[in-house]
């Protein structure tokens, strides 16, 4: 792990776990690790991690698992609900050994209320705590979501393409008008950014948008305003793009 992404201490008395509310929006744009897991369980609103890979969204109702010496930065949106769980490294491999998000259950939510109340236990955990947590890594294994990751290249020009895009989602720039300012032939373009992201410049841009939406409905933005400001020519052809990613409407996310 690079040097300039020190390891940090959360836990710092041995105790197992320590709970920390989400009370107020913030963000720590630096990115750092912890020698602790991280359960992020979202009620209301959306977090937003950048990782060294790209940026990972935790949106209303799921879970966010980031492993322990994983380097990332936090933003917690406006009106986000819900609390994160440190976890000690030996409780930690219960858990995958990479970020995953998983969708929050009526079962997860439960133990999570529970295994929050144990944050003044100073000692071991005791045998039906355990229990608990292999309930909970079971429930989550049979939950996982569909994941709204957003890869970065790692070309130089690349990254200046996807940094303005990111910046205005409304961005409409032409696949060729963008070959042309980067400096390569349409197909070159294409080419490098399906085999540095995986994924299509058009499928890399609604995904874009998507992590967007995500934020301005949670900053309280109204469905149309949303859609007004991701570009598209429609309320409704944004409320079929998000409903095609997320199962439901952007109305029904939001409330």
Not at 36 to 52: F, K, M
Not at 93 to 108: A, E, K, Q, W
Not at 181 to 208: C, D, K, N, P, Y
């Given at each position: ?16 776990l ?85 969708d ?10 529970r ?30 979501a ?34 042309r ?14 085999a ?18 995500l ?41």
């Amino acid at each position: 792990m690079p040097a300039q992404y020190p390891l940090q201490r959360r836990i710092q008395d041995g105790r197992p776990l320590l709970t920390t509310a989400l009370l107020q929006a913030g963000s720590d744009e630096t990115l750092h690790r912890y020698r602790e897991g991280q359960l992020w369980a979202v009620r209301q609103g959306v977090i937003t991690a950048e990782l060294d890979t790209g940026s990972w969204v935790v949106p209303s109702r799921h879970i966010g698992w980031i492993p322990p010496g994983v380097a990332h930065a936090t933003r917690v949106h406006e009106a986000t609900k819900g609390w994160i769980i440190y976890l000690r490294p030996d409780l930690c491999p219960l858990f995958p050994n990479t970020p995953t998000v998983f969708d929050m259950t009526s079962l997860s939510s439960a133990l999570l209320e529970r295994i929050g109340g144990w944050n003044d236990h100073s000692g071991e955990l005791t045998a039906p705590q355990h229990r608990q947590l292999d309930v909970l890594f079971d429930e989550l294994k049979v939950s996982p979501a569909n994941t709204l990751f957003l890869p970065m290249p790692s070309s130089p020009h690349l990254v200046g393409m996807t940094l303005t895009i990111v910046a205005d989602p409304a961005n409409k720039t032409s696949l060729d008008d963008w070959a042309r300012r980067v400096g390569m032939s349409r197909r070159g373009l294409t080419r490098h950014f399906r085999a540095e992201t995986g994924m299509s410049l058009m499928q890399w841009r609604i995904v874009a948008r998507m992590k967007r939406a995500l934020e301005l409905l949670a900053e309280g933005d109204s469905v149309n305003r949303v859609a007004q400001r991701l570009g598209y020519d429609s309320v409704s052809t944004f409320i079929s793009a998000f409903s095609a990613q997320f199962g439901m409407t952007p109305g029904v996310y939001a409330l």
